[in-house]
Nanobody
């Protein structure tokens, strides 16, 4: 059973930074794709960034250049560094994982309704002017 637990959300002013963390268990060295999604009130869940075993990272256009995804395999942790935050980044952020690391999965993973994903409970990020 894959389990994910996010932490690190909070409230910041526009231009500020946050670092989200996700503790991952249950993958047992299987090939994987992991990443972050967000859901703002009244909007559909949006894929933000993905990363695979080999460290290959993919970002949505809305966060490219501002957010950085990383992992610590030894500690079974996934991270998302959020810089230059804007009010439009306000959302619940979710950590997710699915088995497999095909090249195309780097992109398909960002579609929340594709694949068999495991989800965390979410952590709130609020950005004010």
């Amino acid at each position: 059973q894959v389990q994910l637990l996010e932490s690190g959300g909070g409230s910041v002013q526009s231009g500020g930074s946050l670092r989200l963390s996700c503790a991952v268990s249950g993958l047992f060295h299987a090939p994987y794709t992991m990443g972050w999604f967000r859901r703002a009130p009244g909007k559909e869940r949006e894929g933000v960034a993905s990363i695979q075993n080999n460290g290959a990272a993919t970002y949505s256009d809305s966060v490219k250049g501002r957010f950085t995804i990383s992992q610590d395999n030894a500690a079974n942790m996934l991270y998302l560094q959020l810089n230059s935050l804007e009010p439009n980044d306000t959302a619940m952020y979710y950590c997710a994982a699915e088995l497999g690391d095909d090249y195309d999965q780097r992109f398909s993973f960002l579609r929340w309704n594709l694949g068999r994903k495991y989800w965390g409970q979410g952590t709130q990020v609020t950005v004010s002017l």
